[in-house]
């Protein structure tokens, strides 16, 4: 294996660690005091800065155009930002675990979407990989000894809902850009 994808390998672990953990850590705030806005301010404070300074890091322009910059600028105040807040606002009605199983509903979702928009081909791999996707939530949906909030239920099945939405129209308007330098952006 090259360099580069050894490199690549480790990115994306260090990410699906950091999604991974992100209920948890939502929890933790909110128990040592902190409420919602204050979280997704921590959040995107650090994660900005960190972003932009592995993008210099690593050569990459941060000038954008105009055009793109504003996508992106709308695509993370309006996208982004509506999906964390439906998402750290379910974590205060409902488990960590079941917020987080909820959310991660979204790749079985934006695989129905990229077949239903004609970006992807329906075969018997992927309508078994959502089946199996939606099979196991439905499962944990009915097997916990005590109901879960609906309202939190609802508020992380919208915010699955609504990053679908946002992936599948970010793929379309950032087509070309550098996915960090838009992640930093």
């Known amino acids: 294996?090259?360099?580069?994808?050894?490199?690549?390998?480790?990115?994306?672990?260090?990410?699906?660690?950091?999604?991974?953990?992100?209920?948890?850590?939502?929890?933790?705030?909110?128990?040592?005091?902190?409420?919602?806005?204050?979280?997704?301010?921590?959040?995107?404070?650090?994660?900005?800065?960190?972003?932009?300074?592995?993008?210099?890091?690593?050569?990459?322009?941060?000038?954008?155009?105009?055009?793109?910059?504003?996508?992106?600028?709308?695509?993370?105040?309006?996208?982004?930002?509506?999906?964390?807040?439906?998402?750290?606002?379910?974590l205060t009605r409902i488990s960590a675990s079941l917020a987080g199983l909820l959310l991660y509903l979204y790749p079985a979702l934006v695989t129905v979407g990229a077949v239903a928009l004609g970006r992807h081909r329906l075969d018997r791999a992927t309508v078994l990989g959502v089946v199996l996707a939606l099979a196991g939530v439905v499962l944990v949906l009915g097997l916990p000894a005590e109901r879960p909030d609906p309202l939190g239920v609802a508020l992380a099945l919208a915010a699955a809902c609504w990053y679908t939405v946002y992936i599948l129209v970010a793929e379309y308007l950032l087509r070309g850009v550098d996915p960090l330098v838009a992640s930093a952006h």
């Open 1 to 90: 294996m090259s360099q580069g994808r050894r490199v690549g390998v480790v990115l994306c672990l260090v990410s699906a660690a950091g999604f991974g953990s992100l209920a948890v850590f939502g929890k933790q705030a909110y128990a040592g005091g902190l409420g919602v806005v204050e979280v997704l301010a921590l959040r995107f404070g650090i994660a900005g800065p960190l972003l932009v300074a592995l993008a210099a890091a690593s050569g990459r322009a941060l000038r954008l155009p105009r055009p793109v910059a504003l996508r992106l600028l709308g695509l993370g105040a309006v996208g982004y930002a509506v999906q964390s807040t439906l998402f750290f606002t379910a």
